[in-house]
Structure formats: C-alpha cells, structure tokens
C-alpha cells in the first residue's frame, strides 16, 4: 500500500521570504503522479501543483515549484516570495490505485499547516 | 472551468432529521468523490461513482448514502447521524481515464453538525 508522509505539522515564514514543505512517500509502482493541494481558511481543497514521476524536470506554477527525488521517494513544495494569501494547510497527495472504472484513489498526507508571518 | 459546486455550505440537524447534501459540477467529469474531513486531518474517501457505478468504502456507516442521478450530480443522503458525524464533507470529481492530467477538483464543502 502507498503511504505519504509530512513530517511537519506546522510551518512559519516571514511574508516574502521562501519556505519548503517536505513530503515522502512509499510505493512499490515506477509511474505515478504527486499532487500538492492547499486548503486555506475558507475550506477549498485548491491544487497547487501536479507532478508525473516519469517527468524529470520538476514542476513550476508561478512561485511555487516542487523539488521530486524520485530515488529518494521525496517531493518537497518551495514556495517563493510568499505573501499573506499562502497561509493555509497543504497537503501532498499521491494518486493511488484505480478504485473503479479509471477513478482513483488519493492517499494523503497528514498536512503542514503554513502561517505567513507580515 | 475547475468548479464543482456544494450545497448547504452549512448544516446542523438533530440526529432523528433527515438531510441531503448535494454536488454539481459541469467539466465533463465522469467519476465523483465524497470525502468527509476531520478539523486538522486530511480528507478521508467515503464513497465514489465512476461511469454511475459505485465504490463504497466499507468503512462508512449505512446512516450515509449516496446518489448519483446523472454524471453531473452526486447527493450524500443523511439519516439518523451521530454528533461524531460531525465534519466538513468535500465532494470531487475526475476524468476517471488514468490519463496524467487526470486530476481530482474539490468542491468548498458543507460544514455539518449534528447535535
């Protein structure tokens, strides 16, 4: 079975300033996909960014860019210049195995709660 | 358009009440989640439809049960809950083709509580 691991509960960074989130994983499957979603205040699960193991460029969506160590099983979020609207909890997820007719299933994280600091 | 679509945003029932929750989205999409989500946990998969057939997660109690009336929509049907009920509960859908763009969207939730 796949696990996802966030060793961080919690996580502060002056606004500005660039932080990384850590994030590890087991599975035993060579193509995969790592997602990481933010869930600010308001509740919405948001997707962040998406990344396919078989890629070995990693990620990039405007200031947030994900460091994937396929050997290491590792796949950090850094998020740059990080502004007041980036406090949220985020949570890394890995897509799991076909649940039923191509749906699949989303192991995630415990989550890293991040406060932006002004 | 990612948007999947949630209503109530808030509920509260007693536990004798009968309840609907409901999840719209209009991507195409063909499989739909519910999750429900613990203050400070992450979401934990109830139920999905994919192509209107249906996985259950064993572990969920029968006072939950869903609907999927077509691909676009998807109900939690609520009845005779417990105040450990009590919880935000997401709704998602997919592609449901294994492509690597296939990606689950989340709705905003309906924050629940039972008394």
């Known amino acids: 079975a796949q696990t996802v691991t966030q060793s961080q509960p919690e996580m502060s960074v002056q606004e500005a300033e660039t932080v990384t989130l850590s994030c590890t994983y087991d599975?035993?499957?060579?193509?995969?996909?790592l997602f990481w979603y933010k869930q600010p205040p308001s509740r919405q699960m948001i997707l962040v960014i998406r990344q396919e193991a078989y890629k070995q460029q990693n990620a990039t969506e405007n200031r947030f860019s994900v460091n994937f160590q396929k050997a290491a099983k590792s796949f950090s979020l850094k998020i740059s210049d990080s502004q007041l609207g980036d406090a949220a909890m985020y949570f890394c997820?890995?897509?799991?195995?076909?649940?039923?007719?191509?749906?699949?299933?989303?192991?995630f994280g415990q989550g890293t709660r991040l406060t932006i600091n002004p | 358009d990612t948007e999947v679509t949630q209503t109530p945003k808030h509920l509260v029932m007693g536990m004798t009440n009968k309840k609907s929750l409901k999840c719209e989205q209009h991507?195409?999409?063909?499989?739909m989640y519910w999750y429900k989500q613990k203050a400070k946990k992450p979401p934990e998969l109830m139920f999905v439809y994919s192509y209107e057939k249906l996985s259950i997660n064993e572990s969920v109690p029968s006072r939950f049960s869903p609907e999927c009336p077509n691909s676009s929509l998807l109900n939690l049907h609520l009845h005779a809950l417990q105040p450990e009920d009590s919880a935000l509960y997401l709704c998602a859908s997919s592609q449901a083709n294994a492509e690597p763009t296939d990606t689950q969207y989340f709705g905003p939730g309906t924050r629940l509580t039972v008394l």
């Open positions: 599975t035993s499957e060579s193509d995969y996909y």
């Open positions: 997820a890995y897509r799991g195995d076909t649940l039923i007719q191509g749906a699949q299933k989303l192991v």
């Open positions: 991507m195409g999409h063909r499989a």
